[in-house]
T-cell receptor, first 113, second 113 residues
Framework: GNSVTQMEGPVTLSEEAFLTINCTYT??????LFWYVQYPGEGLQLLLK?????DKGSNKGFEATYRKETTSFHLEKGSVQVSDSAVYFC????????????FGAGTRLTVKP | DVKVTQSSRYLVKRTGEKVFLECVQD?????MFWYRQDPGLGLRLIYF???????EKGDIPEGYSVSREKKERFSLILESASTNQTSMYLC????????????FGPGTRLLVL
């Protein structure tokens, strides 16, 4: 079935460190892939997305590339800030008529000054 | 800006009570979703709706029902609340179509005593 696996947290980094959060997926066909972010006390916000192989999504310094050959969509940022502290969710849009999504378990990131 | 609002941020209910969680979106989206979020499990789909009066079960519909009488409003009902339904409940909406972004409300944290 369709599923998303992302690296377990928590992840703790110092400010300006390089961030990678791994995400791999299992799906039939070519699902759309997403990263959502949840700041403390808030709902999820879309961070970036990619809808086909080799697409790169980017926003606020974060990037992720849709890699069909490795079924991956790893999230990266070159220099994290304290304000990036949040929970990050990888997700895929299922290839059916229902338009629903599968989410990973979430990775908590803490950035220390 | 897309806005998804949920009727309560925090709720405390007793076992056996009937609980209503309301969600309203203002962007004329066809799709609406209810998820629950639990630590280590990510988001799991309870129910979704792709049109007024239409509903489909998600992955964990047991113990829940939904109502969509108007396009902008999607209600989640716990017929008889139980302690294992203590969770964060997130509502989302989206346009029809593959790859369409889901927009989330701020969530309702429900405690069942």
């Amino acid at each position: 079935g369709n599923s998303v696996t992302q690296m377990e947290g928590p992840v703790t980094l110092s400010e300006e460190a390089f961030l990678t959060i791994n995400c791999t997926y299992t799906a039939t066909g070519y699902p759309s892939l997403f990263w959502y972010v949840q700041y403390p006390g808030e709902g999820l916000q879309l961070l970036l997305k990619a809808t086909k192989a080799d697409d790169k999504g980017s926003n606020k310094g974060f990037e992720a590339t849709y890699r069909k050959e490795t079924t991956s969509f790893h999230l990266e940022k070159g220099s994290v800030q304290v304000s990036d502290s949040a929970v990050y969710f990888c997700a895929l849009r299922r290839m059916n008529n229902n338009n629903d999504m599968r989410f990973g378990a979430g990775t908590r990131l803490t950035v220390k000054p | 800006d897309v806005k998804v609002t949920q009727s309560s941020r925090y709720l405390v209910k007793r076992t056996g009570e009937k609980v209503f969680l309301e969600c309203v979106q203002d962007m004329d989206h066809e799709n609406m979703f209810w998820y629950r979020q639990d630590p280590g499990l990510g988001l799991r789909l309870i129910y979704f709706s792709y049109d007024v009066k239409m509903k489909e079960k998600g992955d964990i519909p047991e113990g829940y029902s939904v109502s969509r009488e108007k396009k902008e409003r999607f209600s989640l009902i716990l017929e008889s609340a139980s302690t294992n339904q203590t969770s964060m409940y997130l509502c989302a909406s989206s346009l029809l179509g593959r790859g369409e972004t889901q927009y989330f409300g701020p969530g309702t944290r429900l405690l069942v005593l």
